[in-house]
C-alpha cells in the first residue's frame, strides 16, 4: 500500500452514525484506578497469588511512573514513525490504557489507541509497543485485510498475536467451568474433557478408539466421570 493510498483511506468521508448520548459515556478512568481494577479481577477470578506478588501490583508509586512513562514514550514513537513512514502527515492520535484483558483498540470516531494496561503490567515494553504499532497500522486499515499486515510490517510490526495474560486465562477458565461443568476421562489413556452435560457418557474417546479399534465405537474407551 502506498503512503498515498493510506492517507486517502483515512481521510475518506466517514458514514455518519447515530450519535451516542453524551450522559451515557464513562468516565476515563487514571492509570492508577485501572490498576486497582485490574488487580480486583485477577484476585476475584482466583489467579496463583504467587504469579501476583511477582508483579507487584501494590507498589502505587512505582507503577503510577512506570505506565504515565510508558504514554509518554508511545507519543514520541508516534511522531517518530510518523515523520519516518508517513511524512508526519497523520494527525497524532490520544493514546490511553484500557481494561481489556489483552492487546488494545483503535476507536476511529475518537481517533484514539487504547492499549491493555493488564498486557502492559504483565508483559513490558515490548508487548506495549507492539501493540501500539498494530494500532497505528489500524489508523490507516482499519480492517487485518492484507493491505493492513502490509502497513504494520512497513512500520516494524510483527504482527503476532497478542500474549495470554493471566486476567485472560483466569477469565477463559471461570467461563469453561461454568458452561461445561462435566469432566469426564477416558479408561485407556485418562485424558479429560469437558462437556455441557452428562450425555458426553455415552461417547467414548476418539483418540482411543482410532488407535485400538480401527476407528469403530469401543464400549473399553466409554468416558467416565472424572
Known amino acids: 500500500m502506498t503512503l498515498k493510498n493510506a492517507l486517502e483511506r483515512f481521510y475518506a468521508p466517514r458514514k455518519e452514525g447515530k450519535k451516542k448520548s453524551l450522559t451515557r459515556s464513562r468516565p476515563e478512568r487514571s492509570e492508577l ?24 501490583l501494590d507498589n502505587d508509586f512505582f507503577w503510577m511512573f512506570r505506565l504515565s512513562g510508558l504514554l509518554a514514550l508511545a507519543y514520541h514513537k508516534f511522531d517518530l514513525v510518523n515523520q519516518t513512514h508517513f511524512d ?9 490504557y484500557c481494561n481489556r484483558s489483552t492487546g488494545g483498540y483503535y476507536n476511529r ?24 504499532l498494530h494500532e497505528i497500522a489500524h489508523i490507516l486499515v482499519h480492517s487485518h485485510a492484507p493491505k493492513f499486515y502490509q502497513v504494520l510490517g512497513s512500520i516494524g510490526g510483527t504482527g503476532k498475536k497478542a500474549p495470554l495474560t493471566l486476567l485472560l486465562a483466569a477469565k477463559r477458565k471461570r ?33 482411543c478408539c482410532t488407535k485400538y479399534a480401527g476407528g469403530k465405537y469401543d464400549e473399553r474407551f466409554r468416558f467416565v466421570l472424572a
Open 33 to 56: 484506578e485501572l490498576l486497582h481494577n485490574y488487580k480486583k479481577r485477577v484476585v476475584r477470578l482466583g489467579v496463583d497469588s504467587e504469579k501476583l506478588a511477582e508483579l507487584d
Open 88 to 96: 508526519s502527515k497523520l494527525p497524532r492520535p490520544r493514546i490511553i
Open 109 to 132: 470516531a475518537k481517533h484514539t489507541i487504547g492499549i491493555s494496561l493488564a498486557m502492559t503490567v504483565e508483559f513490558g515494553e515490548s508487548e506495549f509497543y507492539e501493540t501500539l
Open 175 to 207: 467461563h469453561i467451568e461454568a458452561n461445561y461443568p462435566v469432566v469426564v476421562h477416558c479408561p485407556k489413556c485418562l485424558r479429560e474433557r469437558r462437556y455441557r452435560t452428562r450425555r458426553a457418557l455415552r461417547y467414548a474417546c476418539r483418540t
